[in-house]
């Protein structure tokens, strides 16, 4: 869990689509900024490239641009909605340039 966490906070990580990458289940409270609002949220599970989080009542659709703060895990996570279904959505973590992937 440790190096997954040293990842998630390394800004230099590229992240393509890759499944095969390790996911760990989780159940950390976070919440979803989708301009122009907050959505609470729990990360169900999560690896370096991504994370599956549940909703209740809110939908995202694919291709929303999010930002994931997770505060027990002091992560703050740029990222594009991947798929979404129901109360549930797969964010893909953005790794760029222009993101702001930090520890908080």
């Given at each position: 869990m440790?190096?997954?966490?040293?990842?998630?906070?390394?800004p230099?990580?590229?992240?393509?689509?890759?499944r095969?990458a390790?996911?760990?289940n989780?159940?950390?409270?976070?919440?979803?900024?989708?301009d122009?609002?907050?959505?609470?949220?729990v990360?169900?599970?999560?690896?370096?490239?991504?994370?599956r989080v549940?909703?209740?009542?809110?939908?995202?659709?694919?291709?929303?641009?999010?930002?994931?703060?997770?505060?027990?895990?002091?992560?703050?996570?740029?990222?594009?909605?991947?798929?979404?279904?129901?109360?549930?959505?797969?964010?893909?973590?953005?790794?760029?340039?222009e993101?702001?992937n930090?520890?908080?």
């Open positions: 440790e190096e997954l966490i040293a990842r998630l906070r390394n230099n990580v590229r992240v393509g689509e890759q095969q390790s996911r760990i989780c159940r950390w409270p976070a919440m979803v900024q989708n122009p609002r907050d959505i609470a949220c990360v169900e599970n999560i690896s370096h490239n991504g994370c549940r909703t209740i009542g809110h939908l995202f659709a694919a291709g929303d641009s999010v930002v994931v703060r997770i505060p027990s895990q002091k992560m703050v996570l740029d990222g594009i909605v991947a798929w979404a279904r129901a109360e549930e959505a797969g964010i893909q973590f953005s790794f760029g340039e993101s702001h930090l520890t908080v």
